[in-house]
């Protein structure tokens, strides 16, 4: 969107989204995640899967989580509608070549926001980001997150989007 309507969009927020993911990270995920498909790991029917995903994605992993909880979460989160959330994620078109996608640089400025330890898309995928959207890119990386800093540290997340929002520069 902000490619195609410049004169709309005066400032970009990216946070913890793979959007250059290439086929290799995918299948590096998947060896992560030690499963074979990558529904398994992002719409989990067992608590097993699920229990693999949260390993995944918070830094902080709960220590032991029983199998009803996350099996009601499952339920809630992952049951209704099923057939269309998995019709959704095969049509996504992230990691299936092995070029990083269509990224072109942006005009507007553009912040990345990335947990330090973000096993799902890991850091090395921001960096590069960072590069390929260009010099008015500025890529924040918050310590003690993974990939879900809006929700691990949802105080110092939001106080990094209010300052890039508001133009405030980052503290030295």
């Not at 339920?75 to 990691?95: F, I």
């Not at 898309?121 to 890119?137: D, M, T, V, Y």
Request: hydrophobic share 40%; aromatic share 6%; proline share 5%.
């Amino acid at each position: 969107m902000a490619a195609m309507w410049p004169e709309r969009v005066e400032k970009v927020v990216i946070a913890s989204s793979g959007v250059n993911m290439t086929r290799r990270d995918n299948q590096e995920l998947l060896k992560r995640a030690k499963m074979e498909q990558i529904e398994e790991l992002m719409l989990p029917s067992t608590a097993a899967q699920l229990r693999r995903l949260i390993g995944l994605s918070i830094f902080r992993r709960p220590y032991y989580m029983p199998d009803f909880v996350l099996n009601d979460f499952i339920d809630k989160l992952y049951c209704e509608n099923r057939k269309e959330k998995l019709e959704l994620l095969k049509g996504l078109k992230l990691g299936e070549d092995e070029s990083a996608g269509n990224i072109s640089p942006l005009s507007q400025e553009v912040l990345i926001v990335w947990g330090e330890h973000d096993e799902i898309f890991l850091l090395e995928k921001a960096i590069e980001l960072n590069k390929l959207i260009g010099e008015r890119s500025r890529l924040e990386v918050m310590k003690n997150a993974s990939h879900v800093p809006q929700l691990e540290d949802a105080p110092h997340f939001n106080n990094i989007l209010h300052n890039f929002l508001h133009g405030h520069s980052p503290p030295s």
